[in-house]
C-alpha cells in the first residue's frame, strides 16, 4: 500500500520545515515586511478598507466606500472600478 510511503513523505516534510524554521520565517516576512507595506498602501488608497493577514498569507479588502465597506465589485463578478484597479496593478 502507498499509505506508509505518503505519511513517511508527509513527515520529513514537517521534519524538514522545522529543522529550517520555515514557519517562524514566514511569520517574520509578514510582521516585518507585509504587514506594514499592506497598512501603508490602505492608508494611502481610499478604495482599500481592511487588511489582515498572518505570516505570507494576506487579504486586502477592496471597497468602494470605506465607511459602509460595501465591495468595490459584486461577489463572483467584476465592475468598472475594479477593473481600474486590476489595470493599475499591471
Not at 481610499?46 to 465589485?73: H, I, K, M, S, Y
Amino acid at each position: 500500500s502507498g499509505h506508509p510511503l505518503a505519511t513517511a513523505a508527509a513527515v520529513a516534510t514537517i521534519n524538514a520545515m522545522a529543522d529550517e524554521g520555515i514557519v517562524e520565517n514566514a511569520a517574520r516576512i509578514g510582521s516585518e515586511v507585509l504587514a506594514p507595506a499592506l497598512k501603508d498602501l490602505a492608508a494611502r488608497h481610499r478604495c482599500v478598507g481592511e487588511v489582515r493577514g498572518a505570516g505570507v498569507f494576506w487579504a486586502v479588502e477592496l471597497v468602494a466606500d470605506q465607511n459602509t465597506r460595501e465591495p468595490l465589485a459584486p461577489y463572483g463578478s467584476s465592475s468598472a472600478a475594479m477593473n481600474s484597479v486590476i489595470a493599475e496593478c499591471k
